[in-house]
Every structure is written in C-alpha cells, then in structure tokens.
C-alpha cells in the first residue's frame, strides 16, 4: 500500500505540471499585451509596467517565468494581483464557502441518490422504479445554471422561500438549495449507479450462498448485497467531492455565492492573471489529491484489490 | 439473462433471442440488439424526438417564417399571443421564431463535438491499450493533463484566451472553438472507455491466436478490437451528444460560448437571466427545448446501452 | 456398498420447474423424483442443462423466481412438506438442516468479508454467539476441513486463497451447522485433478462421521464411482436411471447412461485390455429445454431408436436385476427397452476398473 501510494504521488507531478503549465501560456503567455486595459483608459506608465513586468517576471523567456512562478507556489506564495493584494488572501477568503458548498451537494446527492437507487434496486420494476428512472433521465438534461435559475426564480422570488442571493457568511441552512442544484446531475449517477450495482449483486453467487445459510434476509442484503454495491458508489462520491470543488462556477454564479468560481470568474473577466493560474493550480491539486484519496479508499473498501 | 445454474445457460439462449431449436441459433450481438431495441418505447419516444430536432435544424423555414433577428423593441416583453405563441424577449425577438432556429446551431455543437471526442478518444485509445507499456503510459499521463482541469474552468480558460469578453467575434470561428475546446477537454473520456476495451481484447485468446498466426497490428485493430469496442463507444457518443448540447449552452449562459448573432437556445437562456422575473418565457421555451434535446439524446443511448449490456435492467 | 441405510431424510417427488412464459417456456424440470437417506451418499449425474442444479436449489429453497417457478411436485425433509412452507421456516431448516457448496467458491464467497466473517456468520446469528467467540469457532471449522494454519487464514479475504483451500473453506461453511443433508453442487469441476480427490475425500469422510446425507452433483463419472451409495442420472429435467453404483455400471439400463460411460476415455490397461476401447461421444446436444422432443427426450440422438421412441415418453420404471449374480436391490431405468439394454450389460470396465484409473 505504501508503495502504491508513493507511485500514485509520483504519477500526480506530471500531471500538476502539464496542466498548470497549459494553463499558465493560455493566461499569460498567448495575451498580447497584459497591461491593456489595465490602467483604465490611458496607456500604463512606464514605471507601472516596469514594476509589473518586475514582479511577473516577464522579461524571461515563457518557461523560466513558468518555473519561477512554480517555485514560488511551492513555497505558498501564489503571487500578487495586480492591485497588490495577495492571491493567497483572496483564495483564504473565498474557499471556506466553497468546500462547505461542495459537501452539503456532496451530502444531498448521498442520501437522496443511494436511498433512491436502493429503494428501487431492491423493489424491481414497478411504478417507483419508473418514477426514479424518469427523473434520473431529467436531471441529467437539465443543465446547472437551468435548474439553479428556476429554484432561485420559484423558491425565492416567487414564494420566497429562500434568500435568491446567499449572502457574505452563509450557514448550512442557506446553502441547501444551491447544494441541491449543484449536486443534482451527480444525485441522478448516484441513484443509478446504486441501482445497477443492486440489481448486478442481487444475483450474485455470493449472495445465493448468504442464502443458503440460512442468514436472515436483513443480513443478507444489509451486509453482502448493500456492503458489495455500494463500493462503486462510495467511489463516485470520492471523485465527485474533487469535482464540485472545481465545478461550482455556475452554481456560485446564480445565487451569487462569493467562492472560489465566482472569484475565478471575475479574475478572467478582470483579466488578472496571477489570480486565475493561482486557483486553477489550487484547484487542480485538489481534484488530483481528492482521485488519489479515492483510489486509496477503494483498495480498503474491496480487499481484491491489492497495489503492491 | 440470469446465469442462476451452469444448466440453463441453454434455456436462457433461447429464451432471449425468442428463437426456436431449428431456427437461426443467434443472430449475432447487432441482430440481438436490435430485436431488444425494437421493443422499447423509450427507444422510439427519444427517436422520434430527435427526428423532429434534425428536421428543425435543417429546414427551420417549414416551422416558422418569421426572421429569429426581426427585433422591435416597442414589443419588448410581450406575452405570448397568435401573433408570437411564445411571446417576445426583451429586444422583441419572436421567442417561437428564436427557439426554432436556436436548433442547428445548438444540434451542430453537439454533433461535432460528439465526433470530434469519439474520433480522438478512440484514436488515442486504441493506441495505449494495443502498444501498451511505455506508449500506455505517456498516452495516459498526457489524457490526465486534460482530466485534471475541471471542464467549465477549462472551458473558461480556453475561451477567454483566444476571445476577450465582450469581443465580438464571427459565426464560424466561435462554433469552431466551442467545439474544439470541448473536444480538448473531453477526449480523455472517451480514450479511457477504448482503451479498456482494447486492452481486454488484446488478452482475448483470439487476439493472441491471430497475432500468433502473423496478423498485422491493424489488421488485428480493425477485425478483432474496433467490432467489440464499438457499442461501448457508440452509446457514450450518444449520450455525449446530449451531454454537449448541455455543455455549449452553460458555456453560452456564462458568456464565453456562443453569442449574438448566433441564435442558440443557451444564447437565449443567457439573454434571458437578467430580466428573468419580468420576461419568464424568455427563459422557460429555450430552456425546454434544451431540456427536451438533452433528454431525447441521453434516452437513446440509454436505451441502446440497455439493449447491448442487459445486466442493468 | 449398501443400498438402504438409515431413515428416510430426503423425498422430492414429481418436481416441476419452469423458466420464463408464453411460447419460449422453458421446461427445466419435468417430474424429478428421488430420495435420500441418512448418512447415505446420492450422485446425480447428468450432463449441464440437465436440472442438477435447479433440483437442488428447488431443494433448499434457493431457486431464482422469477425467472423459476415451481409448477408441481414435492419436496419432503423428514417427511415435512418444504414446498409452500412458511419461509421463514424454509431459512431456519437452510444451514441447519441442509446445506449446500458450490461449484466455484471463489464466486460463491463473498469477496470483501473474510473467510472466517463468513463462516463466523452463522454462529451469530443462528447461534447467538459473540463476535470474538463464533470468530474462534470458524478457525476451528476451517482446522476440521484441514486447512493449514487456521488461525492466521480465518484473517484472510477468499482471493488470498487457493482453490482446492477455498473449497474446503465452502465445506466449513456448510458444515458449520452441523446439517444432516449436504448437497454438494460439482464440488471438484473446477479443481484440478489432484485436489478433487483430496476434497471428495473430505466430503466422505464428513458424511461418514457426521452421518449426514450427501447428494453429490457432478457430470463426471469418474467422481461418483468411489463413494455413491446411488446413482441418479438426469436427462432433460428428468431422471432417466437410477440404481446402486455396481448395477450402473455393469448393466446400464439406459441408452444415455451408456452414452455417458463410453465417452469417458480410459488411460489404464486393465486386466479386460479394454483400454484401446474406441471413445463413443455421443452425438448431438442435449435438447433445447424450451422445445423438448416428443416421445423419449433422447430419441433424437439414440442410435437404437425406433416408432415407439418417438411416440411414447418411456417412464421411469422397475427393471429387476439383470443377472443372478447381482444383488436384488431396486434398479430403474425410464427406457422402452431398458431391460435388453440392462442384460447386455456394458463394455466398459466395471466399476472397480473406473475407480482405478
């Protein structure tokens, strides 16, 4: 198992460093001129471009400017703004909100999603399977921002059940409906998934022989059939966990949650490059991380699979 | 099929083919595929569905004969009537007149990029799971790179960079990069997904046999691993479809994607957001007709999966 | 040998089993009938698709419906009906009263629990014993089958296993209850050579000291000749033979049986210098169980078949002993012409010479 994970660390550099780097020439090295705009409607001064070129180092060639700028992050300083403020800073502010929106998406998709799959795996065809497969099919039509604009739109402005902009410091209660919204598409693989992984162990040999012990029927499906189908699932959640965490830029943007996509998103409108290669590599570390952590987990939950 | 005792794997075969003893044993996997698709209504609901999308795309003028960039702003908001059943948007558009037209573009996006994943993918895939080894693992590293970045930030990343906001920018060329850029940022899929089916194949005894027997690598390629990885890939196209149709109008809906003049059902969403109390219908028809797209196509494949692969159902 | 030993354990009667509906119906079972006694060994042969398998999952209680169905018949365990039993009553009589292995442990073991989870189990929850106290139980169940170094192996996942070690792990697990009636589903099909007689071996030695009943499923001859008390041999849901082990093979009754033994190549030259007999497989598939043939099943590929074959369906009937030397025991075969067939008597080696090879 050590040995595994030391591999799968290893295998992750190459990984961080082409993604960053590809993000690193799109931003900066692909724009003409860095400063357009920057100084409103007149050109920069010379010394303001001297300083700016200084302090991204972009008198080097692309590469150079690349290692020092990794260099520095590995070191924890993701650089500055254009304005000045620590990119660090920013990101401090903003991630809090983001994780926690991540895991109350991660939550409900859960609970609703395995309860769903294993309320129809278990049952078989039927009205309620029906039912839950045609809404797993309209969840997965239905993109992000739609669901998320008629919620905000139903929910908060028509019945004014919720506030249609979470505000500044949200608790968990306010984030219940954009976790919905985010988790949704997710939600909709899980109850699948878990149905399928039901269905497919259902049948299992292994389950015949729970059986044939004469194991009483709680036990056998609570601890061989759920246990084993489950494991799949238990996976998805993993990845997705590192996904919502990257993929909340719709979601924050609708109910206007200050996170990290929001901010993401006005570093690109506002051009401010340090910002967005900073979080960019942030977030790719930690859907990088979050695969390895599953793939690690995988290996506890099925015994079969041995790394070393 | 259950495969509930070793004994009756013979009555299992011919219950599922609905075949008789003396009759044609089998008609293979497409023949047996078919017949199961044939008796699903979901099969003919989305194709149907999709039918109506094709046709809409290509012959916008059989639905509606009003110009989708006819504007008049002294109508803006109107509620739906005989004269636009979807009412108008804030510009005055015919919402009915945008919705139709909004499908070639919106279908064309999906199209393209369903191609283009599958026809990279599969390429890059085949190569790692045939030569293996080292090719394996720098195909693989390389598809990791593009895995890693979360595809809305990506495709923000992509966009920005070759468009500032606000730019204006021709027909053609944003169609060109929408694609591309979900192309490059979704190969990685659709490689994954043949790359395992080339490695299971190449395992296969018949594989080894007709390597043994000196076949050459593209023979082996194109008669014994490209037929066994071909549902597998066709169903994830399928459903990519849909998927990317969803993709392009969130890409729109953040203004990055398509825009004016290009008419798509993810454009109009995005217009719509704004003024989403005042004018709702500007938001509801497109976003149904987006829905209903995403649904027909997402239903196919699932029904074509379910047909190929019946352990799930 | 010994034809009848203890009291009656185990009756099926005329039993029925149908898979799927309307006109691709297949008919699984079409009236299996055979017993068991105790401490008695019962080999049920017959090649697969036969309905080995249903019968004894029908038997425990453990048949898939749907796709299965019961349609007729009987089944009695100590004389009590089994089926339309409660079913609750059903899974405290499984585990306790009959148990079952089967033919590939490593899909039949639950590949995420350990060895000893799996047989500990039982204990638990039939017994009501502790964790800690049903854990050392099943280390001492796996020491009883003679797997190496229990203690440590109750730890490990059924993968960690080899084969012939997790099927003596699926033998613990039977067995953990104490069960007076073990079917063992082609216990040794997946073994190699070696390991099947070490396990039959077990499996005797168990039923012996245990004086348990054993039906032993098996398409391989070879396997049932050294420890079935009788032989029941199975054709397209139905027993077409059934008598002690020495009658089977001297004077097989039934043209499939006889089929069965010639296509079983011989290696050895025993005193008969039979060794160079010609292999005789017997041609053609078994019938598709959805469109089982008029007259007797195995008309179509029985080289003596007449009229009568293809008319009538011959059923399972007396055929007294064949020759004086034999002993009285019972002896039927389900054949319009069993008894020439019996008084023929086999150019195969006996059983003896099969047990030899």
């Known amino acids: 198992m050590g040995r595994y994970t030391l591999r799968r660390l290893l295998q992750l550099v190459p990984v961080f460093l082409g993604t960053t780097f590809i993000v690193y020439v799109l931003v900066w090295g692909l724009s003409d001129d860095p400063f357009a705009g920057k100084c409103g409607q007149r050109e920069c001064s010379a010394s303001y471009v001297a300083q700016m070129t200084e302090r991204y180092n972009l008198d080097d060639p692309l590469v150079l400017q690349y290692l020092k700028y990794l260099g520095a992050l590995l070191t924890g300083d993701f650089g500055q703004t254009f304005s000045g403020t620590e990119v660090s800073t920013l990101i401090a502010d903003a991630y809090p909100v983001t994780i926690q929106l991540a895991l109350v998406a991660v939550v409900i998709e859960a609970l609703i999603g395995v309860a769903a799959g294993v309320l129809t795996g278990l049952r078989g065809r039927g009205f309620v399977d029906n039912l839950v497969l045609v809404s797993t099919l309209v969840l997965i039509a239905l993109p992000v921002f739609v669901t998320g604009l008629v919620l905000r739109q139903v929910l908060g402005v028509e019945l004014g059940w919720i506030r249609p902009s979470v505000p500044g ?12 919204v985010l988790g949704s598409l ?16 259902a049948r299992a040999d292994f389950v015949r022989t729970a059986v044939a012990k004469g194991l009483p029927r709680r036990r056998v499906v609570g601890v061989h059939m759920l246990r084993n189908s489950l494991i799949p699932v238990v996976t998805f959640l993993g990845y997705d966990v590192g996904a919502l965490m990257g993929g909340a830029i719709v979601t924050e943007g609708v109910f206007n949650i200050r996170g990290i996509g929001g901010l993401v998103f006005r570093g690109i409108q506002q051009q401010d490059i340090a910002t967005v290669v900073g979080i960019v590599s942030l977030l790719v570390v930690v859907f990088l991380l979050a695969n390895l952590l599953v793939d690690l987990l995988y290996a506890v939950l099925d015994p079969r699979i041995r790394y070393d | 099929m259950t495969e509930t005792a070793p004994g009756l794997r013979t009555a299992g075969a011919a219950a599922s083919t609905g075949t008789g003893p003396d009759a044609e044993p089998t008609g293979g996997l497409w023949a047996d595929g078919w017949d199961q698709l044939r008796h699903r209504p979901l099969f003919w609901i989305a194709s149907t569905l999709i039918g109506v999308l094709l046709v809409m795309a290509l012959f916008p003028t059989l639905f509606t004969s009003v110009d989708p960039q006819a504007a008049d702003l002294a109508l803006s908001g109107a509620d739906p009537s005989p004269d636009a059943i979807f009412g108008r948007d804030l510009q005055g558009h015919d919402i009915y007149a945008r919705a139709i037209h909004g499908a070639a573009p919106t279908l064309t996006v999906g199209l393209l990029a369903s191609l283009g994943t599958v026809v990279l993918g599969s390429v890059a895939g085949l190569a790692a799971g045939y030569v293996g080894g080292w090719g394996d693992s720098v195909i693989s590293r390389f598809a990791e790179v593009f895995a890693g970045l979360p595809f809305i930030l990506g495709g923000i990343v992509i966009l920005t960079t070759f468009n500032k906001p606000g730019q204006i920018v021709g027909e053609v060329r944003i169609v060109t990069q929408v694609v591309l850029t979900i192309v490059v940022l979704s190969w990685p899929l659709a490689m994954r997904i043949m790359r395992a089916a080339a490695l299971e194949a190449v395992q296969q005894d018949y594989v080894k046999a007709a390597r043994a027997l000196g076949a050459g690598p593209w023979r082996i390629v194109a008669r014994h691993i490209l037929p066994n990885t071909l549902a597998p890939v066709l169903v994830f196209a399928t459903i990519q479809f849909g998927v990317f149709i969803g993709a392009e109008a969130t890409l729109s809906f953040l203004g990055i994607g398509l825009r004016d003049p290009v008419v798509s059902w993810g454009v109009m969403i995005s217009e719509a957001q704004e003024r989403v109390a005042d004018i709702p219908q500007a938001l509801f028809f497109p976003a149904a007709f987006l829905v209903v797209a995403v649904l027909a196509f997402v239903m196919l494949g699932d029904a074509v999966r379910d047909a190929f692969d019946p352990r799930g159902r | 040998m010994t034809a009848v030993s203890g009291a009656r354990l185990l009756e099926v009667d005329d039993l029925r089993v149908e898979f799927g509906r309307g006109p ?12 068991v ?20 999952q029908t038997i425990m209680g ?24 409660d079913p609750e009553r059903r899974r405290l009589l499984r585990g306790e009263s009959m148990a079952m292995i089967f033919q590939d442990a490593l899909s039949a073991l639950n590949p995420v629990y350990t060895v000893g989870f799996q047989i500990a189990e039982q204990f638990r929850f039939r017994r009501g014993m502790s964790r800690r106290d049903a854990m050392v139980r099943a280390a001492e169940m796996l020491d009883l089958v003679r797997i190496p170094n229990a203690q440590q192996r109750v730890k490990e996942y059924p993968h960690q296993f080899s084969g012939g070690m997790r099927q003596r792990a699926m033998i613990a697990m039977a067995l953990a209850l104490d069960p007076e009636l073990l079917i063992a589903d082609e216990p040794t099909t997946a073994l190699d050579v070696t390991v099947q007689a070490q396990i039959m071996e077990l499996l005797d030695e168990q039923r012996r000291e245990r004086g348990m009943g054993l039906i032993l499923i098996t398409h391989d001859l070879g396997v049932v000749a050294e420890v079935a008390d009788r032989i029941a041999v199975m054709y397209a849901g139905r027993i077409v033979e059934h008598t002690d082990a020495t009658t089977l093979y001297a004077h097989p009754g039934h043209p499939y049986t ?26 053609g598939l078994p019938p598709s169980l959805a469109a089982i043939p008029n007259g007797c099943p195995f008309h179509p590929r029985c080289a003596s078949a007449v009229d009568v074959c293809t008319d009538e369906v011959p059923p399972l009937r007396e055929i007294g002993p064949a020759s004086a030397t034999q002993h009285a025991t019972e002896h039927q075969a389900a054949c319009h012409f069993a008894e020439r067939f019996a008084a023929e008597g086999s150019d195969r080696p006996s059983t003896q010479e099969v047990v030899s090879r």
Request: aromatic content about 4%; charged content about 20%; hydrophobic content about 35%.
């Open chain 1, 186 to 201: 997710s939600m909709a693989y899980v109850a699948r998934l878990t149905r399928t992984s039901l269905v497919e162990n």
């Open chain 3, 24 to 35: 691709d119906t297949a008919h699984v079972l079409n009236g299996v009938g055979y017993h």
């Open chain 1, 169 to 180: 410091d949200p608790t968990i209660g306010q984030l219940i409906v954009p976790g919905f």
């Open chain 3, 258 to 283: 006889r089929g069965l033994m010639e296509s079983v190549p011989r290696v050895d030259s025993g005193a008969g210098g039979v060794a160079g007999a010609p292999l005789r497989p017997i041609p």
């Open chain 3, 62 to 85: 453990i048949l898939d419906a749907p796709p299965g169905r019961i349609t007729g018949g009987s089944v009695r365990f100590r004389g009590e009906e089994l089926l339309g039993a």
């Open chain 3, 37 to 56: 006694d105790e401490g008695e060994t019962l080999a049920v042969l017959g090649e697969s698709g036969s309905g080995k398998s249903v019968t004894a």
